[in-house]
């Protein structure tokens, strides 16, 4: 079975600081990975998804996120946070054969002060 | 356009009681995912539906949670004999293609 690590659980950054947040995985065959997020009282949003191609994927908002396959990771990454940005973050992992079933890490919590 | 919807947003009910939890997926999407969330976690998989059939249950803890989707569209989530660690917030999302999963506003259950 799969799972997924993600070491940062509360993040505080000012506002135009860089940001990375870690998103591990554990896998033995090939899979998709996405990156969700969750603003206060909303609900689950995608921010991006890699399914095959090339290891750096862009997404809304000025994220991006890249895949590597040797270190079961996808960090999430944005040059300059804004304020906009507090919200949770989850990484997700599905095998790339079907089966449908998305498995989450626990989410880090970012805090952007203005 | 309209996304996933899941009523009530807000279940409270006693130890022991029975509760369902709808979730209306957006118009077209032939797959519909049940996650639960607990606090400080991630959502974790419960069940699949492809069409009216559940495609993969495994996600369910046990034999009183039971879900179904008669029609191929609106799917109903089912827990008997409610227990106080079934607390949670349940996430429904939808799919067209079985690639990117859209989720809804969750039903938040306090058993008390």
């Known amino acids: 079975a799969q799972s997924v690590s993600q070491h940062n659980h509360h993040v505080i950054l000012s506002e135009a600081a860089s940001l990375e947040l870690g998103c591990n995985y554990s896998?033995?065959?090939?899979?998709?990975l996405f990156w969700y997020v969750q603003y206060p009282g909303q609900h689950l949003q995608l921010l991006l998804k890699?399914?095959?191609?090339?290891?750096l994927v862009k997404g809304i908002k000025g994220f991006e996120a890249e895949f590597i396959k040797s270190k079961f990771s996808f960090n999430l990454r944005k040059p300059s946070v804004q304020w906009s940005d507090t919200a949770e973050y989850f990484c997700?992992?599905?095998?790339?054969?079907?089966?449908?079933?998305?498995?989450f890490g626990t989410g880090t919590r970012l805090t952007i002060i203005p | 356009g309209a996304g996933v919807s899941q009523t009530p947003s807000n279940k409270v009910t006693e130890k022991g009681k029975y509760v369902e939890l709808r979730c209306d997926p957006i118009?077209?999407?032939?797959?519909l995912y049940w996650y639960r969330q607990s606090l400080g976690q991630g959502p974790e998989f419960l069940i699949y539906?492809?069409?009216?059939?559940?495609?993969?249950d495994s996600g369910l803890p046990n034999d009183r949670f039971f879900a179904v989707r008669p029609e191929g569209s609106v799917s109903t989530l089912k827990i008997q004999r409610t227990e106080r660690g079934d607390s949670a917030v349940y996430l429904c999302?939808?799919?067209?293609?079985?690639?990117?999963?859209?989720f809804g506003p969750g039903t938040r259950l306090l058993v008390l």
């Open positions: 999302a939808s799919s067209p293609d079985s690639e990117t999963q859209y």
């Open positions: 896998y033995g065959g090939t899979v998709n």
């Open positions: 997700a992992v599905e095998p790339n054969f079907g089966n449908e079933k998305l498995t």
């Open positions: 118009s077209g999407h032939t797959a």
């Open positions: 539906f492809q069409g009216t059939g559940a495609a993969d």
């Open positions: 890699y399914f095959s191609g090339d290891p």
